[in-house]
């Protein structure tokens, strides 16, 4: 079993505004149309959204931030808490389902020793359950990052990890 725990969701990551409002000035104008284009960037930067980035943001193109949050969330792809290097997701639709996906899920929390929407201390690995990833043929099915296991039995969740450390 891993020795990571769960991190605390609202960690702080520390921002460096220069190279923010480099990549900003850079990548996108201060226009208020290319807010999601520039959250999309902060995401793939930092892996979420950290607070101080969006205050920040919020003040460079004049948008509020509760207009900026609003957009945050409404998107799933975007996340307000710190996430992992790799993105675990575990499916639990129907076809997996009947298909032991929810032992399977069982095996990554205990790996993992976090539960879904958790990322481990070590922020390696972020634990997601989703439905249906779209090749329901092959459940169950997981995903780690952008590669997909199917067929995936419980005896096999390790090996796939330790192909991600
Ligand atoms: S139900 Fe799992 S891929 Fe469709």
Redesign the pocket.
Same mark, same amino acid.
């Given at each position: 079993m891993s020795e990571a725990q769960a991190i605390r969701t609202d960690e702080a990551q520390e921002v460096d505004f220069v190279e923010l409002d480099t990549m900003i000035d850079k990548e996108f104008s201060t226009d208020k149309e290319n807010l999601i284009m520039i959250l999309q960037a902060i995401q793939r930067h930092y892996n979420y959204l950290p607070k101080p980035a969006l205050t920040y943001l919020s003040a460079k193109i004049g948008v509020p931030c509760s207009k900026i949050y609003e957009v945050a969330t409404f998107y799933s792809t975007f996340s307000l808490a710190p996430r992992g290097r790799n993105i675990i997701s575990i %499916?639990l /639709?129907?076809?997996?389902h009947v298909r032991g996906a929810e032992r399977v899920r069982e095996r990554l929390h205990d790996a993992l020793n976090i539960a879904d929407g958790q990322t481990t201390e070590d922020r390696r690995y972020t634990l997601e359950s989703v439905r249906?990833? /779209? %090749? %329901?043929s092959? /459940?169950?099915?997981l995903k780690v990052n952008e590669d997909m296991y199917g067929r995936i039995a419980t005896d096999e969740v390790e090996k796939v990890l330790g192909h991600y450390e």
């Open positions: %499916c /639709g129907t076809a997996c249906c990833i /779209g %090749c %329901c092959l /459940g169950p099915v």
